[in-house]
């Protein structure tokens, strides 16, 4: 309970810091793996996304004005894109690039485990900010391009470890992971320009998959879903301690 407490803790300070612009200078490193998946499995869920993109739910608000499907809605309307992404292959390619051997997916109650971020409407971007992180351990987020189509030669994903701005060349992005902790590296994502059109899959990926019992940051977390979602789902879970260490990384075999 001691131990628990503490990394509760922990976790709560560390979301509190990187609100007030107190990040972890040792936590601002990105992995880029290129060509994570085989070309054809690339090939065969890009043109899935490609027929589905259209169904996505559209939201308008302050966070953006773009359109998504949160982890249902990929389950229930692009499962082969969830099983050849939720997979071992990916994990372990993750793992080795970035040299975390405990590195797991979040629980698939989680709706951001796996989501699609569609951009389309002129102006929908994110401006510079660190995300919330409701797992005691450290919060990796995966950002794996399907498509972009703009006028920009860089992409409209940006981040900026210790204050210095890293892009990406549009040209090498397709097939590509580009994973960095979240909720210490700022990043942004450039507002659309009329007739561009960015589509991604974000992945959400962690060192401990505890989920944490805080109901703020509970609340906060589920208030960016419906923002970002248009769907008002927490994918919360309680689960005790010694079901959550037994438990094994997320994966689909």
């Known amino acids: 309970m001691l131990q628990r407490l503490t990394d ?16 972890d200078p040792r936590a601002q490193g990105h992995v880029v793996v290129k060509n994570v998946l085989p070309a054809a499995t690339f090939s065969k869920i890009k043109q899935i996304l490609q027929d589905e993109k259209s ?56 709706v951001n485990q796996i989501s699609l971020l569609h951009y389309r409407t002129a102006g929908d971007g994110i401006g510079w900010h660190v995300d919330g992180n409701i797992y005691i351990g450290q919060r990796w987020a995966g950002i794996l391009t399907i498509e972009e189509r703009t006028e920009d030669l ?32 700022q990043h942004r994502v450039r507002p659309m320009a009329d007739g561009e059109e960015r589509l991604v899959i974000n992945l959400l ?22 923002f970002f979602y248009g769907r008002l789902r927490s994918g919360f879970q309680i689960e005790d301690d010694f079901s959550a260490s037994k438990s094994k990384p997320n994966v689909r075999y």
């Open 55 to 110: 169904r996505s739910v559209e939201q308008n608000s302050f966070f953006r004005r773009g359109s998504a499907f949160d982890g249902t809605d990929l389950r229930a309307n692009c499962p082969e894109v969830v099983d050849a992404l939720v997979s071992d292959a990916l994990l372990r390619a993750a793992r080795e690039q970035s040299g975390l051997s405990d590195l797991s997916f979040v629980p698939d109650g989680d």
């Open 8 to 23: 509760e803790w922990s976790l709560a300070l560390r979301n509190l810091r990187g609100r007030l612009g107190l990040r």
């Open 205 to 226: 990926l962690t060192t401990d998959p505890r989920q944490s019992v805080n109901p703020f940051l509970k609340g906060y977390q589920s208030l960016v879903n419906y």
């Open 154 to 185: 860089h992409s409209k994903l940006e981040l900026r470890p210790n204050g210095q701005v890293l892009t990406f060349p549009v040209s090498e992005l397709e097939n590509t992971l580009i994973l960095f902790q979240g909720d210490q590296v």
